[in-house]
């Protein structure tokens, strides 16, 4: 998953996703560390059509290093620190 172009771009989103506010717009009213950041806002950091940016994000979300919340008819991502350590873990012990 790491070494393809896809990977890649997972992997950014990951390590943006690590602090919001330093790689996203401020939202209305809305602490994006908190809350997360939407699709659209994904897509717009990596210069992709929204669609692509929501395919990687589903991803993310079905492995479970993304937890998902809606706001206003709309989903807002962030991660899941808990599951992103205990799959660093099952990583360093080699499975």
Not at 13 to 36: V, Y
Not at 47 to 70: D, I, S
Not at 72 to 85: F, K, L, N, P, Q
Request: proline residues 5%; positive net charge.
């Amino acid at each position: 998953m790491t070494g393809t172009p896809s990977g890649r771009m997972r992997q950014t989103i990951l390590e943006s996703l690590k602090d919001p506010p330093a790689h996203f717009p401020a939202q209305r009213r809305r602490d994006t560390a908190e809350t997360g950041v939407t699709a659209r806002a994904v897509a717009a950091k990596l210069g992709v059509p929204r669609r692509t940016a929501l395919a990687h994000l589903r991803f993310l979300t079905r492995l479970g290093v993304l937890r998902t919340r809606r706001i206003h008819g709309r989903t807002h991502y962030r991660r899941d620190e808990v599951r992103i350590a205990e799959v660093a873990r099952m990583f360093e012990k080699g499975w």
